[in-house]
DNA sequence: ATTTAAACGAGACGGTACGTCACGTCTTCTG
DNA sequence: CAGAAGACGTGACGTACCGTCTCGTTTAAAT
């Protein structure tokens, strides 16, 4: 049994290809102009599509850039994600690695810049920010919770460590120096913090 | 011998009660209406101020932002600040004292609603982040070293600590979470994140 | 075949309802405000229309204006013009009745004023005199010169008489006095110009 | 008895230099801007000069402008005006030697721009209107009576002649068309209208 | 010659309007 | 009927001037 709604466009006729061009050129532009000066007339402009082709489909800026990110996690043939982290048995090493490429990431203009837009909508927007939650966030944290319950069942940390506080006290630090520039961001300082929040971490 | 510049106002004949209505107006609509509906045309309005006023004295809306909090940090009558973090000899206790007052502003919006205005506006424009790290993390970072340095020498935290490692280990995850609102904010959290940075930053 | 141009907006869609708005606004807030006090903002405001559903369509004030009398002239429902000046045989009797009408229009405020504003902002700006020259001022100095061209052929005004001289001698003078205030504007005023000019154009 | 007036600034003390350079820098920047860019703001800077200057001495910027020209007509040293229009006997020739010599002045925009500038602020203040009839227009056109009614008393101009309607049927057409643009400024155009007005105004 | 009160230059101020940009809605036409 | 195109009402942007209002600083008359 359907539940039909009025006002609601018919996802079965929507155009993938302008979907397509609206989500590479909201990237793209984010990159290019960065937060400020990025404009859905822009985006709309840049994707050769109608305004309203946006506004059908996407609530907000904001939206449009997080189904960039998106399509772009769940890669370009829709092929799935990584879907897990490395694990060499060294947990040390291996979130050095993963924090190391993010590290990477966040240093390329190219994708830090499109990576900071999303963040300040998100923060700025409650709505966003519970999308955000569960179908950005969600998915990866789910992935790093994977790789550090295993290190907890293997002991290599403490059986009551809570994992949220564990993810967020292995990659709070990064994100938050990164987003107000509080700091350099070296590998250095990434392997700190895997070591700080690691011994914290472990049994006693 | 000062290097004069053109177009420079003259900051002797600046009027103080504009500037103080301003920044007031500023901090209490970002708190009222949230950082996206935040203009200059209302914060002018509000403080009953023409625009022109505004835009000889700060290059931007996110400038007025900082300096809003700037007069808040150091005390309306030009008071210093705190100065200091507590210091009962107990570091697990003082800080999970700070962050849980801490934490009550960040669920108070006539505090936290500014607050993000400003880490927006932060995140988004690098030459305010460098005013930023300066001027108000800056100076906070300065007494939260402080207590820390302290705690290093007495042997609480391990001599090759380095305390902004240390400092990011303690507050980034809650300032990551509140802003992002990956998750909630309670006193458990906050004594949790404390129990786990300073179990990875004691001596072993 | 047309050669398109960019950025020129496209005439077909335009409001109607929007541009009588302006117009109306336009021509009405002249008369009640004068000269000085005209202004775009106020227009937009008055007909409840965007300021950029101006500036899109005109590119001046003065140009709103002069469209305003040009829908005037050509009558609300698109009539054309009065399309001929009396023609009672008597020459200076038909120019009086004529003289004396413009006078009553230029003794009142809410035709008056509208057409000042007009007229100063024709001395202001060459492009629009030349638009005034060839849409407003020509069409109507083509049905003085016919009426004179009669006059000349039934050899009531000398075979060597320039139309143009002729119409400036006889409606220059009112006009000039009217608009700089230089003297009083009597119905005697406006007979004797006629009989100068008259006498002065007439067969020798 | 003198009549104490309050904020009436005390003339005795007025610095001649700055109203020379406020007047010079009014009529110049007139004619290289032309109305429409001409500021008081721009004027006191060009002038080196306060504005408050400006606001103490002349209630208006064409008032500033109108003195602009008041002076240049009373000459730089205080010198009195030519007093009288040329008069060889032939009123023919005289005026239209007068109305050639104003015709290049009207064709040379460094003259004609800042006239223009002055016109146009007479015609949208009546203020104003009155104190140019009276200082500016007034002496002027008594000197054209002047000329004139010599000429009606040598029996060259009917005896019921109305002097201002004369002196408006001859230089009444020749303003209009400078003003609004509607025709060319020839000679050829100067000598008739004086013919033609001539004629009009010669006894029967 | 010194005092002193004004006019002065400078320019910050509260405003108004400018002309532009982007918003989100809407309407029209095309594929 | 989704989409492209883009005009519309709205509102904020950042700028230019308005006319008023202090500020020191000349400067010329009255001491």
């Given at each position: 049994m359907t539940t039909p709604r009025s006002k609601v466009p018919n996802a079965a006729r929507r155009s993938q290809s302008s979907r397509r061009a609206i989500l590479t050129a909201a990237f793209d532009l984010a990159g290019e102009l960065?937060?400020?000066?990025?404009s859905i007339e822009a985006i709309a402009a840049r994707a050769g599509v109608g305004k309203q082709t946006i506004y059908r489909w996407w609530p907000s800026k904001g939206a449009v850039l997080f189904d960039a990110f998106l399509m772009l996690s769940e890669g370009p043939e829709g092929e799935a994600e990584p879907a897990a982290l490395p694990d060499t048995g060294d947990l040390a090493a291996d979130l050095k690695a993963v924090l190391r490429a993010t590290l990477t990431e966040l240093t390329d203009p190219r994708i830090s810049e499109p990576m900071r837009a999303l963040t300040i909508e998100v923060a700025g927007d409650p709505e966003l920010a519970a999308l955000y939650a569960e179908r950005l966030d969600g998915p990866v944290r789910e992935i790093k919770r994977r790789r550090l319950r295993v290190a907890r069942e293997s002991g290599?940390?403490?059986?009551?460590?809570?994992l949220d506080v564990a993810i967020d006290s292995i990659w709070g630090p990064l994100l938050n120096r990164w987003l107000l520039r509080t700091g350099p961001l070296t590998p250095e300082y990434a392997d700190a913090l895997v070591d700080t929040a690691l011994r914290g971490l472990r049994p006693t």
């Amino acid at each position: 049994m359907t539940t039909p709604r009025s006002k609601v466009p018919n996802a079965a006729r929507r155009s993938q290809s302008s979907r397509r061009a609206i989500l590479t050129a909201a990237f793209d532009l984010a990159g290019e102009l960065g937060y400020g000066r990025l404009s859905i007339e822009a985006i709309a402009a840049r994707a050769g599509v109608g305004k309203q082709t946006i506004y059908r489909w996407w609530p907000s800026k904001g939206a449009v850039l997080f189904d960039a990110f998106l399509m772009l996690s769940e890669g370009p043939e829709g092929e799935a994600e990584p879907a897990a982290l490395p694990d060499t048995g060294d947990l040390a090493a291996d979130l050095k690695a993963v924090l190391r490429a993010t590290l990477t990431e966040l240093t390329d203009p190219r994708i830090s810049e499109p990576m900071r837009a999303l963040t300040i909508e998100v923060a700025g927007d409650p709505e966003l920010a519970a999308l955000y939650a569960e179908r950005l966030d969600g998915p990866v944290r789910e992935i790093k919770r994977r790789r550090l319950r295993v290190a907890r069942e293997s002991g290599q940390l403490s059986p009551d460590v809570d994992l949220d506080v564990a993810i967020d006290s292995i990659w709070g630090p990064l994100l938050n120096r990164w987003l107000l520039r509080t700091g350099p961001l070296t590998p250095e300082y990434a392997d700190a913090l895997v070591d700080t929040a690691l011994r914290g971490l472990r049994p006693t």
